[in-house]
């Protein structure tokens, strides 16, 4: 090859990086977009009309709310953590799977498309809420404390697409666990969208309940366990299986409650009261991790009988 044609080649090479660059950079963009959208597309299709509110300055019926891209609402933390969360997941396992060249340029595009919309949602749906409110400062602390909620799940949310995008196995692994209440939560929210709150079947409250434990058992079985590090992924997740849906019954029956809204001792003292007795015996955690580890061992089992069958036949 002459001189002249590996300088052409190498010209040619040069021309391909930023434009391979450039696509992956985009993709990343549109993955990031496409998986926030996803996230908050259960309350889309419901309807999204601002939630009935408390503090609201005058008084309106349901379908007299304004249309709102979050659910803001005291009643709906959960939720709101469920659909910003679900988001970030959603995007970082687009990248695990799809495993790009580029994957740290794919991963920080696909924060900032998410990042684009999720920042939007909480915009337009803060401006309305606070036309809508009546003066005062309890209204300013509830709007506050709503702000200060979408914030820290929006963190969450990126968060989480880090730990699910990222080459170790082990991190990937503690995403899903970190994920799996939200996004339980999250498919309740689809099936409520799609069929009404009073057309709810009687099996999705139990199939939710079970649900979180089936994914991180899955998750535990895709994980393995050796090396043995790994285990630390295993412990990790059986803890957040057992601690998540204990803070999440807490945070609602403190939030979800009028009785002592505004006194804050009040409601420490009462959330601590159910986080202790959602966490002991009583809670109904042992099961599900119970099924968790099962399900782990299970898969981790099923796929060493497989590795030796093939190793026998070759």
Same mark, same amino acid.
């Given at each position: ?213 089936? /994914?991180?058992?899955? +998750? @535990?079985?895709?994980? *393995? ?5 790994? !285990?630390? =992924?295993?412990? #990790?997740? %059986? ?34 009261? /159910?986080?202790?007795? +959602? @966490?002991?015996?009583? *809670? ?5 991790? !119970?099924? =968790?580890?099962? #399900?782990? %061992? ?17």
């Amino acid at each position: 090859m002459s001189h002249a044609e590996i300088a052409t080649e190498r010209t040619h090479e040069s021309e391909k990086r930023p434009r391979g660059a450039a696509s992956s950079a985009a993709l990343g963009l549109l993955i990031g977009i496409l998986a926030a959208a996803l996230g908050l597309a259960p309350w889309w299709i419901s309807g999204a009309r601002l939630p009935l509110q408390n503090l609201w300055a005058t008084q309106v019926i349901p379908g007299q709310m304004p249309m709102a891209l979050l659910p803001l609402s005291q009643y709906e933390v959960l939720t709101i953590v469920a659909l910003l969360t679900t988001g970030g997941a959603a995007a970082g396992f687009a990248i695990r799977v799809w495993s790009p060249v580029r994957r740290r340029l794919v991963t920080w595009c696909a924060i900032v498309g998410l990042l684009l919309v999720q920042v939007a949602a909480t915009v337009q749906s803060f401006e309305l809420l606070g036309q809508g409110l009546m003066r005062g400062t309890l209204a300013q602390y509830y709007r506050a404390g709503l702000m200060a909620g979408v914030i820290c799940s929006i963190l969450a949310a990126v968060v989480a697409l880090l730990l699910i995008a990222s080459k170790s196995t082990v991190a990937t692994t503690i995403g899903g666990g970190l994920m799996a209440v939200p996004f339980t939560s999250w498919a309740v929210e689809w099936v409520v969208g799609v069929v009404g709150h009073t057309n709810v079947p009687i099996a999705v409250p139990s199939i939710a309940h079970w649900l979180p434990a089936i /994914v991180v058992g899955c +998750a @535990l079985a895709w994980c *393995g366990v050796r090396p043995l590090g790994r !285990l630390a =992924a295993w412990v #990790l997740n %059986l803890a957040f299986l057992w601690v998540i849906p204990a803070v999440f019954t807490a945070v609602q029956s403190v939030l979800g409650t009028r009785v002592i809204a505004g006194d804050i001792p009040e409601m420490v003292l009462m959330g601590r009261e /159910v986080l202790t007795a +959602a @966490l002991g015996p009583d *809670g109904g955690a042992v099961p599900t991790v !119970l099924l =968790a580890l099962a #399900l782990g %061992l299970a898969g981790v089992g099923i796929r060493v009988i497989a590795a030796q069958r093939v190793h026998s036949t070759t």
